[in-house]
Nanobody, 128 residues
């Protein structure tokens, strides 16, 4: 079993930046078998959508809506995933969730069904 804990959310004005973190906890053997981690977001009244993911080799995929503004990264030694969000827009307002799976990431925008482990989420609010 893997537990994911997000942090770093908050309120910011449009054009600002935030950095989210996601720490993975669990048995070392299980943590080391995680091959894909990603970020999703869900705005009120909308479905949860994939934002970006990264595999253990460092290959990434991004949703078109965040390309050039968001950057995913990971520190395997610390079992921590990051999401640097720049040039934030009001449309980026949502609950952001960290996710992980033992399968390799697909090359497309991450899909909810492909991830077994989920964090509780951290709120990001962008005001105009």
């Amino acid at each position: 079993q893997v537990q994911l804990v997000e942090s770093g959310g908050g309120s910011v004005q449009a054009g600002g930046s935030l950095r989210l973190s996601c720490a993975a906890f669990g048995v070392t053997y299980t943590i080391n078998r995680i091959d894909c981690m990603g970020w999703f977001r869900q705005a009120p009244g909308k479905e949860r959508e994939g934002v970006t993911d990264i595999n253990r080799a460092g290959n990434t995929a991004y949703a078109d809506s965040v390309k050039g503004r968001f950057t995913i990264s990971q520190d395997n030694a610390k079992n921590t995933l990051y999401l640097q969000m720049d040039s934030l827009k009001p449309d980026d307002t949502a609950m952001y969730y960290c996710a992980a799976d033992h399968s390799w990431c697909s090359e497309a925008t991450p899909r909810r069904v492909d991830f077994a482990y989920w964090g509780q989420g951290t709120q990001v609010t962008v005001s105009s």
